[in-house]
């Protein structure tokens, strides 16, 4: 049984395991392989890219033979959960823990749909609060609430 | 004897009050993750991770492992009562739990699964008494060549008996080795792969790989997707005691759930998901009638559970006596061990008496504390269903971002985070499983240290993997997996290809 239309998707994931194994090679053989009795730096990730790409070609021959199904990726979700990770990482130096746990709660609530407003505002708050008491008072980890 | 005063010892450390309370939030977070939709064991336990570094090396051990079988118990809640399996393992559970549920059976349901849990969990650690320290005596004669090929075995088993593709789990568990390529190499002080980022000299940290893979990807795979309220009708207490004929319906099927379970969880590299898929099958096969298998039958619950809660436990002998992690979930546990500078080996029971025995008794309490969290609280549990997705994953992302900040105050390592947290989607998404990889990086990085060893002893002479027998045996036991997984695959190439080539 031929696949009626061909797995692009899948192709592109198993092409790329063979660009991380080609990368892995050039990379490791910088750093000497050495000798049997003394294998240097380099050696294994030798041997590890080389599998990497003999695989990216099976990964290829089983991609062309399977139906390709919907990838189903949502954008708005996914970046929007992505970006209140650094919004995170940026305030909480320069901001303090509160306005770093506000923006990572109401960014990544704006994720789901319906957008319930007053919700979310009422989770930042209540995250925040339980983040400063839980880290800042109770465990003593060196944060600070707000930063001016 | 020695046994009975060592576990005397044992409960000596986990009884006392502070150790106790650590047990019971352990299998309290277990319970409830495991009963909720969408986060698993897994995730619970990174994003618990750094709550133990201000631990010590028992309780923190001792808390991690309550949630990984916290978990187990609490992922058939939600397969009864839902037919959402609530963890991976649980999904069997769903094929006869759910039925039954819906012909007005969940309180029976869910205690028979709480008892065969139970009993698989009391059989697994039985069996962990007296297996984990014979095998470290045992393995205190391997070299490096047999730990190079046990640890091999258990990356090829790891990732290719598991459902999916063996190709994608082999591809994954190399990454994962690649992965721990990173950093300064031990030996020369070569940076390798370092890409001239200071953060990175150290390595890729755990943490970051583990709350990207587990606990963002997990989060981006399941927004939007439990939008609808979750609505379970409420249990009462007298509805959960199962007739005579339903007890004696599930005792063999328990007893050998649990058999398959203990055999399946002593492999490296297997865990509770093959286990439970097993014992259904097995029921299913030696039940008089198996036409009534996905219609309710109490026997399709009793057993899985079983299985997977005994793999569970006896998964921590070939961690706990050879240090080689059964699944990824305990390598993540054997990642917190190095955390508190400990490495699981065969010195560790005897170095580490108090550890060891206080774990293994800290089992016992922590599946009674279950049973009694289980049975008289099942109406909690089923009200916790009803949480909305929507406010636990932003809370979930806290604990993340905080997490992996308070590590050392470093946004790099945050920013590791969301990185590793997208890969982590789209290996998701294309199917590319995300345990091997993390096997691969935890156990990488020592399996390197053990080559360059074996290989300096025998003056650069691969025989020594085969001359030595014991290694031989692991190394003849990797080809045969290897060979076995990829059978279907090659058998059907030629056809494959001669099938492209007809179409051009």
Known sequence: MAASRINLAEIA??????????????????????????????????????????LS?????????????????????????MLSIPAFAILVERAGLVPATASLVILSALAERPVHLVRILVLAVLISAMGVAVFVYALGLPLSAVRW | METLANLA???????????????????????????????????????????????????????????????????????????LPGTPSSAVTCLDGYPLSKGGK?????????????????????????????LAEFALRFSSAEYFSIML???????????????????MVLVGVALGFVGVDQNTGQPRFTFDVTELM?????????????????????????????????????????????????????????AIGSAIGILPGTGGTIASFMAYATEKRVARDPSRFGRGAIEGVASPEAANNAAVQTAFIPTLSLGIPGDAVIAILMGAMMIHGIIPGPQFITSHPDTFWGLIASFWIGNVLLLILNIPLIGIWVRIL????????????????????????????????????????????????????????ILGPLMEEHLKRALQLSGGDFAVFFERPISALFIVASVLVIALALMPFILRLPAWLRGSAAEQ
């Open chain 2, 153 to 171: 075995l258990g990356l090829i088993a790891a990732s290719t008996l598991s459902v999916g593709s063996p190709l994608k789990g082999l591809t």
């Open chain 2, 386 to 441: 009803s949480i909305p997705y929507s406010i636990l994953y932003p809370a979930m992302l806290f604990f993340i971002c905080v997490g992996v900040y308070a590590m050392r105050n470093n946004p790099f390592d945050v920013y590791m985070t969301m990185v590793f947290g997208g890969i982590g989607y789209f290996m998701l998404k294309f199917q590319y499983p995300a345990a091997p990889l993390l096997l691969g990086f």
């Open chain 2, 106 to 134: 969940a309180g029976i349901a869910l205690f028979i699964t709480t008892i065969s849990s139970f009993v698989g969990g009391c059989i697994g650690i039985l069996l962990m008494i007296w297996f984990a320290p014979a």
């Open chain 2, 202 to 258: 150290d390595g890729v940290n755990l943490l970051s790989l583990g709350m990207g893979l587990f606990g963002v990807a997990e989060i981006l795979n399941n927004v939007g997707k439990f939008t609808e309220p979750i609505q379970a009708n409420s249990i009462t207490l007298r509805s959960l005691l199962p007739s005579r004929e339903e007890w004696r319906a599930s005792v063999w099927p328990t007893l050998r759930g649990s």
């Open chain 1, 13 to 54: 994931g198993a092409v790329a395991v063979g660009v991380i194994g080609l990368i892995i090679v050039w990379m490791g053989s910088d750093y000497s392989v050495g000798t049997p009795r003394r294998i240097g730096p380099g050696f294994l990730p030798v041997v590890v890219g080389c599998l990497l790409v003999a």
């Open chain 2, 9 to 83: 010892d044992g409960f000596a450390v986990a009884l006392q009050p502070g150790m106790l309370l650590i047990c019971f939030i352990g299998v309290t977070i277990g319970m409830f993750v495991g009963v909720l939709p969408g986060i698993g064991a897994m995730a619970a336990i990174v994003i618990a991770l750094p709550i133990t570094y201000h631990l010590d090396t028992t309780a923190a051990l001792i808390m991690l492992a309550g949630i990984f079988y916290g978990a187990q118990y609490g992922g058939s809640t939600a397969s009864i009562l839902l037919n």
């Open chain 1, 57 to 81: 070609i099976g990964l290829v021959i089983e991609a062309l033979r399977t139906e390709p199904s919907p990838l189903d990726i949502k954008i708005r979700p996914f970046l929007l959960v």
